[in-house]
């Protein structure tokens, strides 16, 4: 079974350029999450989909990012425009939930290094 | 609010011996506790969990241990390899396991041979 497959796994761009980022979740998965992992950090919640709602946000930038989840299945996030601060691993997980044995336990993608010049 | 504060790194091992790497966590209720790792260049791997007070999780001869008593979740392996060379995460979430991890910041460990 596939797992949760970003792309690009890396992206340059220089300041004030816009970015996108995709994710395609594991197949039934109605969770999806995107984190931001600074060097050194753990990951921090960006937003939180529940099917194609987005049910925690609080933590997006909304001035300057965005995401969407037509669907329910595949989610873009976009920063337009990118600022140095950006430079960081963007992490899509994917988790079906539920109250059964295995559920609610978190996918991760391999992440997009984003780095802005 | 909810906090997960990991022992610093890095943690450097000869192989075959004994880990230990603390996690305290700070929250409300009742959280699921987890440890993740991150091999280099790839996503978090789910490492093993325990979803209340005093349950053991085990996985690839790794063991935490939920205690509520010292809100703590310490991972040990009795006898390190060179693959086990990582970063470990220590993460909590909320009651009912649903809804964001909250992470540490990640403990790096090197195994030499």
């Known amino acids: 079974e596939a797992g949760v497959v970003q792309s690009p796994r890396y992206k340059i761009i220089e300041k004030k350029q816009p970015v996108a980022f995709w994710c395609n979740p594991i197949s039934g998965h109605n969770t999806l999450y995107w984190y931001l992992q600074n060097l050194g950090q753990g990951p921090e919640l960006l937003i939180r989909y529940e099917n194609e709602e987005a049910v925690d946000d609080s933590q997006l930038p909304k001035d300057r990012f965005s995401a969407e989840r037509l669907k329910g299945v595949d989610s873009t996030l976009k920063i337009q425009p990118a600022e140095l601060g950006d430079s960081a691993v963007y992490l899509c997980a994917s988790s079906l939930t539920g109250t059964g044995e295995g559920q609610n336990i978190q996918y991760f993608g391999a992440g997009t290094r984003l780095s802005v010049l | 609010g909810n906090s997960v504060t990991q022992m610093e790194g890095p943690v450097t091992l000869s192989e075959e011996a004994f880990l230990t790497i603390n996690c305290t966590y700070t929250?409300?209720?009742?959280?699921?506790l987890f440890w993740y790792v991150q091999y280099p260049g790839e996503g978090l791997q789910l490492l093993l969990k325990?979803?209340?007070?005093?349950d053991k999780g085990s996985n690839k001869g790794f063991e935490a241990t939920y205690r509520k008593e010292t809100t703590s979740f310490h991972l040990e392996k009795g006898s390190v390899q060179v693959s086990d060379s990582a970063v470990y995460f220590c993460a909590l979430s909320g009651y009912g396991n649903t809804g964001k991890l909250i992470f540490g910041q990640g403990t790096t460990l090197q195994v030499k041979p």
């Open positions: 325990a979803t209340k007070a005093d």
């Open positions: 929250a409300t209720g009742y959280p699921s």
